[in-house]
């Protein structure tokens, strides 16, 4: 029988959003988070793989105009919610995410799984503006991954 643990406390900021009326290729999910969210998201996601966890529920920063103003888009948020509750199903291949009220439920699949470590990664180490596609039962969506600030001289404290 397994020893159970503890699920590993989330520190760091993350923001997942939608914009109002995207251009073709800005539809879909877009996601920031700074280096110490992205390596507790990795966490809490290797715990939910490896300790076989129903789910967890994460905070999620609100998306302010100075976060969407370093991207450079220049458009509206239309949509983006208080929590993430994040769950592991093996069944599953990809990412689902639903929309339920004020929470975003992502369920995460095997091969879904690789792909999102390894784009947190990629924004853990700075990087941004890169998509990850992935099929759902409802068809293919786009990920966007975005630094959480664009320039150097804007601060993470501004971006409340």
Not at 5 to 29: A, D, E
Not at 103 to 119: K, N, P, Q
Not at 121 to 141: N, Q, S, Y
């Amino acid at each position: 029988m397994q020893a159970w643990k503890s699920p590993p406390v989330f520190t760091g900021k993350l923001w997942i959003w939608q914009y109002r009326q995207p251009k073709q290729g800005w539809r879909g999910w877009h996601v920031s988070a700074d280096g110490q969210g992205a390596q507790a998201f990795i966490a809490l996601i290797d715990f939910l793989r490896n300790d076989h966890a129903s789910y967890r529920t994460l905070p999620l920063e609100p998306v302010s105009e100075a976060l969407l103003h370093g991207i450079g888009y220049n458009q509206v948020c239309d949509r983006h919610v208080a929590k993430l509750r994040v769950a592991y199903s093996s069944e599953l291949t990809g990412l689902e995410l639903v929309e339920e009220g004020n929470h975003l439920l992502l369920t995460i699949g095997a091969a879904g799984c690789v792909d999102l470590i390894a784009c947190l990664h990629r924004l853990a180490c700075g990087e941004g503006d890169f998509v990850l596609h992935t099929d759902t039962k409802k068809g293919r969506i786009c990920w966007h991954f975005w630094w959480p600030y664009a320039h150097k001289t804007m601060r993470l404290s501004e971006l409340r």
